[in-house]
């Protein structure tokens, strides 16, 4: 039977105000135009609007690069201070600032171990070597003639909310938390195609991917995931890879931890076991509180932050609002999102815009209807194969004071009565 939405659309479906997800279908959006008042829109006066100076002289010119608007220039990638040496460190993507699923080339995450090579992709060649039949090398122009995929794919950092395992949770927004995380279309040459060009000798099982950098960062990969859906990417977002995300190709392997993520590609050597390189011995381990330690955790796990409202920003009084947040699991697509306003007691499910793409961000949101009371925002993905996000009590619980690396609990917003908006810890 067809609900009659007017009478009871705006009944909330779980604690402190939570509001169905079909609002947001269009029947129920003209019930939130019409029954509710938005407060964002004033009573439009008699009087015509003053005509802009912009319709009064032209505009400037067409150019040859776009540029955003002036007004959008406090968008910036988040940086944490200077680095200790100059060149390593990163910069955030201000998740806060964004909408849909799809990072802005120049607001893509960076994490470099020493700084960004100024890689002529004329001169720049990439080996495959080691346990195959034919070694090979590649030109970019060699690589570009083979048939290229496209996927839009996530990328993180295992260390994305390591800030999260500070004593007192620290006041950052959702970008300077949780912001090593980005979402591009990335397009390349299957890197199976390769492989099978080489000819991979039975006794092959992992490979070592190197950098063109000064830091030669190398990670050991195992075969099948090459097999499976890794790339040498030479695209992001339809442009060449930026200089800082790996121009001229950078290996991708969708939802592995950023770090395997090797840009500035120049070396794929086949080997029988891992290489054991500095940058997989000496970070990414997860010491845990038995004693032991877990290395190589690669599909980075299921995942969500609410980006509207978030830390360091403030409500407009009481009324209507729309959550809105990303959530991602390298092992898969979402398959859906929970949001609490009452510290976790009870959940709505989110809508998630489409398309929901595996090993991407998916875009959810849920209307809210703030009365003005402190309340405690929580959202919690689950994904396809059933992961659902820990709670930061249970991650914590179970994996010890030390853990830092592949941390994916839920992010708790505390709201106040005045509307400021912080990180809590729950
Ligand atoms: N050659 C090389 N590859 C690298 C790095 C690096 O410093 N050098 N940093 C790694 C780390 S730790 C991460 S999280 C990702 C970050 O990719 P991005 O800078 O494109 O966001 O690249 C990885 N690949
Ligand atoms: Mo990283």
């Known amino acids: 039977m067809k609900k009659d939405l007017s009478s009871d659309a705006l009944e909330p479906v779980a604690g402190n105000g939570l509001l169905h997800r079909r609002l947001f279908l269009t029947q129920g ?3 939130l135009g019409s029954g509710v008042a938005l407060m964002t829109a004033r009573n439009a006066s008699a009087a015509p609007l003053e005509v802009p100076a912009t319709m009064k002289t032209p505009g400037v010119p067409a150019s040859g690069y776009g540029e955003r608007s002036r007004f959008e220039s406090k968008v910036q990638r988040i940086t944490n201070g200077a680095p200790p040496t100059p060149g390593t460190g990163g910069s955030r993507t201000p998740l806060e600032y964004l909408e849909g699923i799809i990072t802005p080339n120049p607001l893509h995450f960076e994490r470099h171990h020493n700084g960004v090579p100024d890689i002529d992709p004329e001169q720049h ?20 003639r083979y048939p290229l995929v496209s996927r839009i794919q996530f990328l993180e950092c295992s260390g994305n909310s390591a800030g999260m ?9 959702a970008g300077g938390l949780h912001g090593l995380v980005s979402c591009a279309n990335w397009t390349g040459v299957p890197l199976s195609i390769l492989l099978q060009e080489a000819g991979v000798k039975p006794e092959g099982k992992w490979l070592l991917a190197e950098g063109a950098d000064a830091a030669g960062m190398s990670r ?11 790339i040498l990417a030479l695209y992001q977002n339809g442009e060449r890879i930026r200089p800082s995300n790996g121009y001229p190709v950078r290996l991708f392997l969708p939802g592995y931890e950023g770090n395997m993520n090797v840009k500035w590609l120049r070396r794929i050597k086949i080997t029988a076991e891992p290489t054991m390189t500095k940058d997989e011995t000496s970070k990414y381990t997860d010491l845990l509180p038995n004693g032991r330690a877990e290395m190589f955790t690669f599909p980075m796990g299921v995942k969500s932050v609410i980006t509207s409202p978030s830390g360091t920003q403030k409500m407009q009084g009481a009324g209507l609002y729309q959550i809105s947040g990303v959530a991602w699991s390298g092992t898969g697509k979402i398959r859906r999102v929970d949001v609490s306003a009452d510290r976790g007691k009870t ?6 815009d489409e398309p929901v793409l595996s090993k991407a961000i998916a875009r959810f949101r849920l209307p809210w209807r703030w009365d003005g009371s402190p309340s405690v925002l929580m959202s919690r993905a689950t994904d396809e194969a059933g992961n659902v996000q820990p709670t930061r009590a249970k991650l914590m619980a179970d994996r010890g004071p030390n853990y ?17 908006i912080g990180n809590v810890y729950v």
């Open 220 to 230: 050991s990969v195992p075969l099948a995931k090459a097999y499976d859906d890794a």
């Open 347 to 352: 959940w709505a499910q989110a809508k998630l």
């Open 125 to 144: 060649r990439v080996l495959i070597h080691g346990l195959v039949e034919r070694p090979l090398v590649f030109s970019l122009d060699a690589l570009s």
């Open 29 to 31: 959006a003209a019930v």
């Open 404 to 420: 830092r690396y592949h941390y994916n609990a839920i992010q708790s917003w505390n709201v106040t009565a005045a509307g400021e």
């Open 165 to 173: 395992n500070t004593p007192e949770p620290a006041q950052q927004g």
